[in-house]
């Protein structure tokens, strides 16, 4: 089998590479769900073998199948360090304005829930990733891009909240990759409520969602006061993402799927 797992020169590889079953796997969503999703892949969607993707909905469009994404055990893992963190957040954040928005940009929303988290937790906060434009929190940027899981495990595991802003809350299981890699890190986690979670977690229990900026704000002042709460959920949290959750699992549902060949 010849597995694809990142598209670059897709079309030439596809061409290029004889082997007689070809699996593609798009882990990542870069739409709002009103797009034809994967539509720049459609031409050539036909040469895989089978195809997969992590939104449901998507893989009944296409004719393909839906696969959830995960982590590697062996890159995101607990490290314990002498840094320690009150309130992180690990992404790009984009100047909110429509010049950005028309060079198609995303995640813009996430500057002005960040300038409201800012309000109130102005010692707290630290920002880790790529600023685009005149970002208005600019001053919180930690001074530094995280290069590697090595890094980002070091933040995830030594914060008192790892904050997570995924882009596409209507459509299907499509949280970031970063919630399941803060998980393994052992992190404690709250991130935005997407289309799906409930069928794989619980708020309060293994993960703590938000479905406003306003109940984000309320439920970092309320957990961040309570260090055994996010000790107990921050253990559920990796059980349950080393349960379902390890590229392991992904492969072998992708492989399941090649038995009716």
């Given at each position: 089998y010849c597995l694809f797992l990142y598209l670059n020169n897709?079309?030439?590889?596809?061409?290029?590479?004889?082997?007689?079953?070809?699996?593609?796997?798009?882990?990542?969503?870069?739409?709002?769900?009103k797009e034809i999703p994967h539509s720049p892949l459609r031409p050539i969607i036909n040469k895989f073998t089978r195809f997969f993707t992590i939104c449901p909905e998507h893989a009944k469009e296409i004719g393909g199948f839906w696969v959830p994404e995960g982590f590697d055990p062996y890159s995101h893992y607990e490290i314990k360090s002498k840094d320690q963190y009150e309130i992180t957040f690990v992404g790009q954040v984009v100047e909110n304005s429509p010049s950005f928005k028309e060079a198609k940009f995303v995640h813009l929303d996430r500057e002005t829930w960040l300038?409201?988290?800012?309000?109130?937790?102005?010692?707290?906060?630290?920002?880790?990733?790529?600023?685009?434009?005149?970002?208005?929190?600019?001053?919180?940027?930690?001074?530094?891009?995280?290069?590697?899981?090595?890094?980002?495990?070091?933040?995830?595991?030594?914060?008192?909240?790892?904050?997570?802003?995924?882009?596409?809350?209507?459509?299907?299981?499509?949280?970031?990759?970063?919630?399941?890699?803060?998980?393994?890190?052992?992190?404690?986690?709250?991130?935005?409520?997407?289309?799906?979670?409930?069928?794989?977690?619980?708020?309060?229990?293994?993960?703590?969602?938000?479905?406003?900026?306003?109940?984000?704000?309320?439920?970092?002042?309320?957990?961040?006061?309570?260090?055994?709460?996010r000790e107990s959920i921050s253990q559920k949290s990796l059980e349950k993402v080393y349960s379902q959750f390890t590229f392991a699992h992904s492969f072998e549902k992708m492989f399941t799927h090649l038995e009716i060949i």
């Amino acid at each position: 089998y010849c597995l694809f797992l990142y598209l670059n020169n897709l079309a030439e590889a596809l061409d290029f590479v004889q082997c007689p079953n070809k699996l593609g796997w798009v882990f990542d969503v870069t739409f709002d769900g009103k797009e034809i999703p994967h539509s720049p892949l459609r031409p050539i969607i036909n040469k895989f073998t089978r195809f997969f993707t992590i939104c449901p909905e998507h893989a009944k469009e296409i004719g393909g199948f839906w696969v959830p994404e995960g982590f590697d055990p062996y890159s995101h893992y607990e490290i314990k360090s002498k840094d320690q963190y009150e309130i992180t957040f690990v992404g790009q954040v984009v100047e909110n304005s429509p010049s950005f928005k028309e060079a198609k940009f995303v995640h813009l929303d996430r500057e002005t829930w960040l300038v409201e988290i800012a309000k109130k937790f102005k010692k707290e906060l630290q920002i880790f990733g790529p600023m685009y434009g005149d970002v208005l929190v600019s001053q919180f940027h930690a001074g530094k891009v995280l290069s590697g899981s090595w890094d980002n495990n070091i933040v995830s595991s030594n914060s008192k909240i790892n904050l997570g802003h995924s882009g596409w809350p209507n459509v299907k299981y499509s949280w970031s990759a970063r919630d399941y890699r803060v998980m393994a890190s052992k992190g404690f986690l709250i991130t935005n409520k997407i289309k799906g979670h409930d069928d794989f977690f619980k708020d309060g229990k293994n993960i703590v969602l938000y479905s406003s900026t306003e109940e984000c704000v309320d439920k970092i002042d309320y957990y961040i006061k309570r260090p055994d709460l996010r000790e107990s959920i921050s253990q559920k949290s990796l059980e349950k993402v080393y349960s379902q959750f390890t590229f392991a699992h992904s492969f072998e549902k992708m492989f399941t799927h090649l038995e009716i060949i």
